[in-house]
């Protein structure tokens, strides 16, 4: 029994448990740190709601490493550069898609229509100037600028 002993201290003195310990909680201080600051830089990106980044800011000081695991979980979908992107795309598809249909009637009118082929409401006109066609809410020709634009005929 005590020959067992010796062995295992002379093998593994209790220095080396003590330094097995101490590298332990450095490693463990060290992910603490790096999953609250991920959690908080990751944040800023994704959302302005403060009640939403201090509530994640504040599991994450509190359950270190796990509370970096809960995070990547239920962290919010999309980064604000992406959220401003895909908003972005989307108004312009409405744009697009307004600018082909009949203020009128909501039928589908190409864009070099003067008038629409469901209601025969006069969707356009042709520039006097520069023979473009152009759309009555217009108030100048985009193309030359022209102003009188004969938008009441
Ligand atoms: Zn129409
Ligand atoms: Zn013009």
């Not at 463990?28 to 800011?57: C, E, M, P, Q």
């Not at 898609?97 to 070099?112: G, H, M, P, Q, R």
Request: aromatic share 12%; charged share 20%.
């Amino acid at each position: 029994m005590n020959d067992a002993n010796l062995i295992f201290n002379t093998i593994f003195p209790p220095k080396f448990f003590s330094f097995l310990n101490t590298m332990g909680i450095f490693l463990l201080a060290v992910l603490w740190i790096f999953s609250v600051s991920f959690v908080a830089k990751d944040l800023s990106k994704r959302t302005k709601d403060n009640f939403i980044k201090w509530l994640f800011i504040i599991t994450a000081i509190a359950l270190g490493p796990i509370g970096f695991i809960i995070y990547l979980i239920v962290r919010p979908g999309m980064t604000l550069a992406e959220k401003n992107q895909s908003r972005l795309e989307s108004s312009m598809l409405i744009k697009e898609f307004e600018s082909n249909i009949c203020s009128k009637c909501s039928c589908l009118v190409k864009e070099d229509y003067l008038f629409c082929p469901s209601c025969a409401t006069k969707i356009a006109v042709v520039c006097p100037n520069c023979d473009k066609i152009v759309r009555l809410n217009c108030k100048v020709c985009p193309y030359c600028g022209e102003k009188s634009m004969n938008n009441d005929q």
